[in-house]
């Protein structure tokens, strides 16, 4: 295997997050970097995040650990115990199973970038702490639903 050529990993944008959420996500790209290298047991994601932009909706999941290290500039963390800012160097990790919903916002006026490593469960639940809504993912299926069960129909939809 060669060193990886970042300029060759193509940019993400975009989110697989139902309406009205997607939208919420502009300003956020991210490179794959664990899929580039062929990694299949856990993910290693390289963030952007633009001045304004969030990473994701506050979340945590059942199955999956997450480790956060910031790369370049700077961003706010937002967990359940408030609001912390994370500079170059800093990290973070957040354990399968922890009810801490959380999520990097950049306040900054410049670029913040940070590393993203997750493991890769089967089977998966995401639950977003501050909207209604749950992902399931189950045999490389998304599934999205409120946080009671009911499927989750995007707004302007037919229920």
């Not at 664990?34 to 633009?50: I, P, R, Y």
């Not at 506050?58 to 199955?63: D, F, I, M, T």
């Amino acid at each position: 295997m060669k060193k990886l050529d970042l300029a060759g990993v193509p940019v993400k944008t975009g989110s697989i997050y139902p309406p009205p959420y997607a939208a919420m996500m502009a300003g956020r790209s991210s490179l794959r970097l664990g899929q580039a290298a062929g990694l299949t047991q856990f993910g290693v994601n390289l963030v952007t995040l633009e001045p304004g932009a969030m990473s994701s909706l506050r979340h945590w999941h059942r199955a999956e650990d997450e480790f956060v290290m910031v790369t370049e500039g700077e961003c706010v963390m937002v967990t359940d115990d408030g609001e912390e800012t994370m500079r170059p160097g800093d990290c973070v990790g957040f354990p399968a199973n922890t009810p801490d919903g959380h999520h990097f916002i950049n306040r900054s006026d410049a670029p913040a970038r940070f590393l993203v490593i997750g493991s890769k469960a089967a089977e998966e639940v995401a639950t977003y702490s501050d909207v209604d809504l749950v992902l399931t993912v189950s045999n490389g299926t998304a599934t999205y639903t409120h946080k009671d069960g009911r499927p989750y129909v995007p707004q302007g939809e037919n229920e």
